[in-house]
């Protein structure tokens, strides 16, 4: 009997728990910065061109306060992919390290105008280069 309590006491744990961890979620919505971002990179020489959309994870309650500062932040990442080398946009490691770059750089922005970083993720979800 007395293992039979203490197996239904852990399990009553366990599910509560379980129901706190999940009532902590909150939702998020994706927001896309259009149009998408052009820019040349590569220094002097021959012009090379690079395109991306981007799309950002913010929770659902913040996207309008988001979306004002789209124009900050479309400049912020332009100046960022402008002065890119072919290396971090060819290479898988190399975009990786833009798209922590990219975030970091959206995060300072919003914590600079509201206080908290608000952007969770930031996703490249179209990436061309034009050599």
């Known amino acids: 009997m007395r293992k039979i309590v203490v197996f239904l006491l852990g399990f009553f744990v366990l599910v509560t728990a379980a129901q706190a961890e999940e009532g902590e979620k909150v939702s998020s919505s994706y927001l896309e910065i259009k149009p998408s971002i052009i820019t040349n990179y590569g220094g002097i020489g021959k012009l090379r061109y690079f395109r991306s959309d981007i799309s950002l994870r913010v929770v659902t309650a913040n996207v309008e ?21 072919e290396e971090a946009l060819t290479t898988r490691e190399g975009k990786e390290g833009l798209r922590q770059q990219a975030l970091i750089a959206v995060q300072k922005v919003l914590e600079e105008e509201e206080g908290d970083p608000l952007v969770k993720d930031l996703l490249f979800t179209n990436f061309v280069i034009q050599k």
């Open 65 to 85: 306060r988001v979306e004002w500062h789209i124009p900050y932040i479309r400049s912020e990442l332009v100046s960022l992919f402008s002065q890119q080398n």
